[in-house]
């Protein structure tokens, strides 16, 4: 038989509170790290607010010139097409600085007003187009007290709770340092 294996606690670095004192203390050193943090993010999301608006206001103009110069070549492509694609023969076309392609994309299905179309595909026998759907209702599961313990003997249905500790500081007004 192996030997049982134990697990370290981490050891704190700080000192433990000893005093309901000192637990008050502790909270409010906590308080002012999270503000200390917050700061700090609030710092940082204002700079990349900046950049992202000077990047904004550089790329505008770089993108509208290249959505034209695409729209102009496209025009050219279009008018030359049987030129350029000898007849269709293919659908790519190479150029000394580039190639073009002309591509189909894969089909794809778009529905509107489905509670419609269901029976429409049913008066049509095209019923192999329509999938039922069976999942369990966790949710209900959850919800109904009663039945819950009898939910739970069922093998692969686990219903877990856990306790959270929680430190939440007292709010305090942060101060702009200018």
């Given amino acids: 038989m192996g030997r049982k294996k134990t697990l370290k606690a981490d050891t704190p670095t700080l000192p433990v509170p000893q005093t309901r004192v000192q637990a008050a203390f502790e909270i409010a050193q ?3 790290l999270r503000n200390q943090i917050d700061r700090a993010k609030a710092n940082a999301d204002s700079r990349i607010s ?13 993108i509208a010139a290249q959505k ?4 102009n070549l496209h025009a050219y492509c279009a008018a030359h097409r049987d030129e350029l694609t000898d007849n269709g023969k293919t659908k790519t076309v190479e150029f000394e600085t580039g190639e073009i392609k002309w591509r189909n ?11 419609e179309i269901i029976p429409l595909l049913r008066q049509k026998r095209l019923s192999k187009f329509i999938r039922t759907k069976h999942e369990v ?3 209900a599961i959850l919800k109904d007290q009663a039945s819950r313990e009898k939910a739970a003997t069922i093998e692969g249905i686990t219903i877990t709770s856990r306790e959270e500790f929680v430190v939440k500081p007292n709010e305090t007004a942060i101060e702009e340092v200018v």
């Fill in 30 to 32: 906590l308080g002012e």
């Fill in 50 to 62: 900046t950049i992202e608006v000077e990047l904004a206001d550089t790329l505008a103009p770089l």
């Fill in 105 to 115: 994309t894969p089909s794809k299905v778009t529905l509107k007003g489905v509670k």
């Fill in 68 to 71: 034209e110069r695409a729209k």
């Fill in 137 to 139: 209702d966790k949710e």
